[in-house]
């Protein structure tokens, strides 16, 4: 598995939603932001296009919903060990699987918040969704709940940003007799060292 954070960073993010959850009233939250689900739990794929849904019910447990192309990154790239496959084919209703697992998890008529500001949750599936989940519990827009959370960066988060920004650096001090005088100022590294 190629994380690029420890566990303890992955367990203080969930908790952290958990809290955040918990503050607002959910019982559970479908994430369709990749960058969310990347970062609770270092899933990433190019399959963000598509509707998939990463499933965190407010006892800790997370449930990924997504296509068989995806399956193989998803069991490479994350710490989920919970997986489900819609088969992506003609009068497939992911939306009506999702609703399968939300009943599985005991969460008819509970509160369930929902990423709808999302690129895999096209206008045309965010209706195919709320079809899906009419009359089955209180749905409520938290397409911010993580984003605000990823505002505030961990000392393990600070370290690898300072490790890209020296990365960077050493990159453009490779490559700086390619770059345009006007570019090589003092005060254009003055600013890649902050």
């Not at 739990?41 to 068989?68: C, H, M």
């Not at 998803?74 to 009506?96: F, L, M, V």
Request: charged share 30%; hydrophobic share 40%.
């Amino acid at each position: 598995m190629a994380l690029h954070f420890s566990k303890e960073e992955f367990s203080n993010r969930k908790r952290n939603v958990l809290k955040s959850m918990k503050e607002q009233n959910l019982n559970a939250l479908l994430m369709f932001k990749q960058e969310s689900m990347y970062w609770l739990t270092g899933y990433d794929t190019f399959g963000f296009v598509f509707f998939q849904s990463l499933i965190l019910r407010d006892d800790g447990e997370i449930i990924l919903l997504t296509r068989a192309p995806d399956l193989r990154q998803a069991q490479n790239t994350s710490n989920i060990k919970n997986i489900k496959i819609w088969e992506d084919k003609e009068g497939s209703s992911p939306s009506d699987i999702l609703k399968n697992i939300l009943i599985d998890l005991n969460l008819k008529e509970k509160n369930i918040g929902i990423e709808y500001d999302s690129y895999g949750l096209t206008g045309r599936n965010a209706l195919k969704l709320n079809n899906s989940l009419k009359d089955f519990g209180n749905l409520e827009d938290k397409s911010e709940l993580i984003s605000y959370l990823r505002i505030i960066k961990s000392d393990e988060e600070i370290i690898m940003l300072e490790k890209q920004q020296n990365l960077l650096i050493m990159r453009l001090m490779l490559y700086g007799k390619q770059l345009k005088p006007e570019l090589m100022k003092e005060k254009f590294w003055l600013k890649c060292k902050r």
